[in-house]
Nanobody, 125 residues
Framework: QLQASGGGLVQAGGSLRLSCAAS????????IGWFRRAPGRLQEFVAG????????EYRDAVKGRFTISRNSAENTVWLQMNSLKPEDTGFYYC????????????????????WGRGTLVTVSS
């Protein structure tokens, strides 16, 4: 099970920190990804981190503003979002990669199986 939290309403330029709490599986074996879906837009990959935490990936639009990290002791992945823009608005979902111990972060949703409920991020201009 994955539970995303930390969303809210923030002004442009502000920050939010999303959390993804995992349970029911061996958390440290799997990469975790964050995706988002904005109204009228397709779901898109935002950021991901490998099972070891040694590699991360970001979509170009958030590079330099978002940081993904994980803590196996807490079974949690975080997404620190700074310098938020109105176009960052949407529901944010965390998901577990299908395969264990992969060296690369997958950026397509089909590479993930377990999905948590989304948390809504709204950035006002």
């Amino acid at each position: 099970q994955l539970q995303a939290s930390g969303g809210g309403l923030v002004q442009a330029g502000g920050s939010l920190r999303l959390s993804c709490a995992a349970s029911g599986f061996t958390f440290e074996d799997y990469a975790i990804g964050w995706f988002r879906r904005a109204p009228g837009r397709l779901q898109e990959f935002v950021a991901g981190i490998t099972w070891s935490g040694g590699r991360t990936e970001y979509r170009d639009a958030v590079k330099g503003r978002f940081t993904i990290s994980r803590n196996s002791a807490e079974n949690t992945v975080w997404l620190q979002m700074n310098s938020l823009k109105p176009e960052d608005t949407g529901f944010y979902y965390c998901a577990r990669a299908i395969y264990r111990w992969r060296a690369q972060v997958a950026t397509i949703s089909g590479s993930y199986d377990f999905w948590g409920r989304g948390t809504l991020v709204t950035v006002s201009s």
